[in-house]
């Protein structure tokens, strides 16, 4: 038996579509355990009704206050019935034979104690498999860690032991709604417990605008806490080496030391003396450099990608306003007024080009249109720790 667990925040308006999957389900040996996590919304009426007219699994309904999907998960652990947890979220919804298929495959390890469970696939409503394309056939064997190994990029649909959950909690922090699920996931992986990948879908994804995936980057800013938790862990568990988890942690200080003393950042982070301070020497300096460059300048960011976007948040820390931006996708950006090259632009008198590649031939398109402006290339005055394009882990 499975507990197919669900974690719901105003999401009345779509999570019929999980209910109706999970009643086309080719074997419905499963709870549906639900928690509402402080929702507004009327889904307490919408699954007590599906509660009373449904037999053929039993629903369960809780409610806590608004914590986060992680505390909801924590919580849900301690209240499953059965001996596998399935995280199904509410804008998701089930392959027919989805629990079929999981129990099958369960039979084959779940006498194993080197086994933390079985994990599918993701398929997006188009039919296309999220993330990698595994590189194996039916099934294989490997822990969280050594994913990549085996194509196993992305989102995948984990089904793990409740035992194991229970043990292994979420940390929760006071005033902090996220962590990402890595946190455990690799825990498990680090103690070598290993996971069945199946090469078949299980879940079926819309990832929504209201929803954690696509929120991105902004839940790790929102909750420093949870995030010096992945990034100290992940470096132990994936034995980073120096250099790249000191871009890690510069990235995390540019945000946290606005919430956090530097005291609780570097006993999070567990940072000796000299990493912290060379960390917070190259920030304060990179800092200086910028507010010394732009005093009483006119200034514009050609390349608006993540580059642009970070060095925007420096100068707005800096009370430094951006005129407008450059960018070919500039219908997309709302945040402040943007341009294509190719129009007609506004006077300024400096223009930071905010690419590491392709940055010289970019200075000098800005240079033909702006002849008067003066030209600075990020990627000749950015701190050698902002180097990383990858800070943020997939949620």
């Known amino acids: 038996m499975i507990t197919i667990f669900t974690p719901i925040y105003n999401r009345a308006y779509i999570v019929e579509n999980l209910y109706h999957s999970l009643l086309r389900q080719t074997c419905h040996d499963f709870e549906w355990l639900i928690m ?14 599906w509660a009373e007219q449904t037999h053929e699994f039993e629903i369960r309904l809780f409610r806590q206050e608004n914590k986060g999907k992680h505390c909801a998960v924590n919580c849900g652990v301690r209240l499953a019935k059965y001996e596998i947890f399935f995280i199904v979220d ?18 084959g390890i779940k006498g194993d104690n080197q086994f933390a469970g079985i994990a599918g696939l993701r398929k997006n409503r188009k039919g296309e498999i999220i993330g990698g394309t595994p590189r194996f056939k039916a099934f294989t064997d490997a822990t969280n860690l050594e994913r990549e190994r085996f194509g196993l ?66 839940l790790f800013f929102e909750n420093p806490r949870g995030w010096a938790e992945f990034l100290r862990v992940e470096t132990k568990y994936r034995a980073k080496k120096r250099g790249a988890y000191l871009k890690d942690y510069y990235y995390y200080y540019e ?36 507010s010394e460059l732009c005093r009483d300048k006119k200034v514009c960011i050609y390349a608006y990608g993540r580059w642009g976007r970070r060095l925007k948040r420096y100068l707005d820390d800096l009370k430094i306003q951006v005129a407008y931006v450059i960018d070919q ?65 997939e949620v």
């Not at 997309?332 to 632009?345: H, P, Q, R, T």
């Open 255 to 290: 945000y946290a030391h606005k919430k956090l003393e530097d005291n609780e950042i570097k006993e999070m982070l567990d940072l000796d003396d000299m990493d912290f301070g060379l960390i917070k020497r190259m920030y304060i300096r990179y800092t200086h450099n910028l």
């Open 329 to 393: 996708k500039y219908q997309e950006i709302k945040e402040v007024k943007a341009f294509s090259i190719e129009m007609n632009l506004p006077e300024t008198e400096l223009v930071f080009v905010a690419l590491k590649n392709g940055a010289d031939e970019a200075a000098e398109a800005v240079r033909r249109k702006m002849p008067e402006a003066e030209v600075v290339l990020c990627r000749d005055m950015v701190p050698d720790l902002w180097q990383e394009e990858s800070l943020i882990p």
């Open 36 to 49: 509402d996590d402080g929702s507004t919304d009327d889904i307490a009426a919408v699954v007590n009704q």
């Open 153 to 218: 990029e992305g989102d995948k649909a984990e089904v793990l032991k409740t035992d194991l959950l229970r043990k292994h909690p979420f940390p929760e922090y006071e005033n902090e709604k996220f962590i990402t699920e890595a946190v455990v996931w690799d825990r498990l992986a680090y103690e070598g417990y290993k996971i069945r990948w199946i090469n078949k879908s299980f879940v079926i994804c819309e990832y929504l605008q209201d929803g954690l995936t696509v929120q991105g980057e902004r």
């Open 90 to 107: 509410s804008d998701d919804y089930l392959e027919d034979d989805a629990v079929e298929t999981i129990l099958r495959c369960w039979d």
